[in-house]
């Protein structure tokens, strides 16, 4: 059973930057694609960005494409989220998620493991 951890979440003021990471355990984190997402109260699970098993590949949102960058440390087994020039709608909690095929896709339902999420909170 693999295992994700979020960290890195907070409160930070509008134009700030947040790093999140994500810890895997119980299973070949290098071979998963692993994505990011994020849920507004009051809205559905959006796409936030994904890295294929390599780190070659990346997709982003295109409301976050240039100011988020995905990338993953196979060694440490962590994927992580570097978020610049936050907006207050960029307010949510973020959740990683592993797929075993290791192709990255920005679609939630490829995803085959989930994690609690951490809140961020972007005031103006």
């Known amino acids: 059973q693999v295992q994700l951890v979020e960290s890195g979440g907070g409160l930070v003021q509008a134009g700030g930057s947040l790093r999140l990471s994500c810890a895997a355990s119980?299973?070949?984190?290098?071979?998963?694609?692993m994505g990011w997402f994020r849920q507004a109260p009051g809205k559905e699970r959006e796409f936030v960005a994904t890295?294929?098993?390599?780190?070659?590949?990346?997709l982003y949102a295109d409301s976050v494409k240039g100011r988020f960058t995905i990338s993953r440390d196979n060694a440490k087994n962590t994927v992580y989220l570097e978020m610049n020039s936050l907006k207050p709608e960029d307010t949510a909690v973020y959740y990683c998620?592993?797929?075993?095929?290791?192709?990255?896709?920005?679609?939630?339902?490829?995803?085959?493991?989930w994690g609690q999420g951490t809140q961020v909170t972007v005031s103006s």
């Open positions: 998620a592993a797929r075993t095929w290791g192709v990255a896709n920005p679609e939630a339902y490829e995803y085959d493991y």
């Open positions: 119980g299973g070949t984190f290098r071979g998963y694609a």
């Open positions: 890295i294929n098993w390599s780190g070659e590949r990346t």
